[in-house]
Nanobody, 124 residues
Framework: QVQLVESGGGLVQAGGSLRLSCAASGRTFSSDTMAWFRQAPGKDREFVAAINYNGGYTIYADSVKGRFTISRDNVKNTVYLQMNSLRPEDTGVYYC?????????????????WGQGTQVTVSS
């Protein structure tokens, strides 16, 4: 069984930064593809970023490229999302997701474990 617990969300002014963390339980973390998704009020969940098992390959949504960075620490069983130059449109609940030892994907339905989410609010 895999459990994912996100933290680090909060309220920040536009242009500010936040670092989200996702702590994972389970013995397979170092083999797993991990990702971040977000959901704004009244909108569908959308892909933000994903990282392969060893951090050697990452992919980002166009809307966050150059501003967000996904990384991982396989000793700490944690994946991070560094968010810089935040904009009001980045507001939403951010979810960590795990896909297992397979290739990166941007479709949420392909991820089998999800955290409870952490709220990010960016004020203008």
């Amino acid at each position: 069984q895999v459990q994912l617990v996100e933290s680090g969300g909060g309220l920040v002014q536009a242009g500010g930064s936040l670092r989200l963390s996702c702590a994972a339980s389970g013995r397979t973390f170092s083999s797993d593809t991990m990702a971040w998704f977000r959901q704004a009020p009244g909108k569908d969940r959308e892909f933000v970023a994903a990282i392969n098992y060893n951090g050697g390959y990452t992919i980002y949504a166009d809307s966050v490229k150059g501003r967000f960075t996904i990384s991982r620490d396989n000793v700490k069983n944690t994946v991070y999302l560094q968010m810089n130059s935040l904009r009001p449109e980045d507001t939403g609940v951010y979810y960590c997701a795990r896909r297992g030892p397979v290739a990166i994907a941007t479709t949420g339905a392909l991820y089998d474990y999800w955290g409870q989410g952490t709220q990010v609010t960016v004020s203008s």
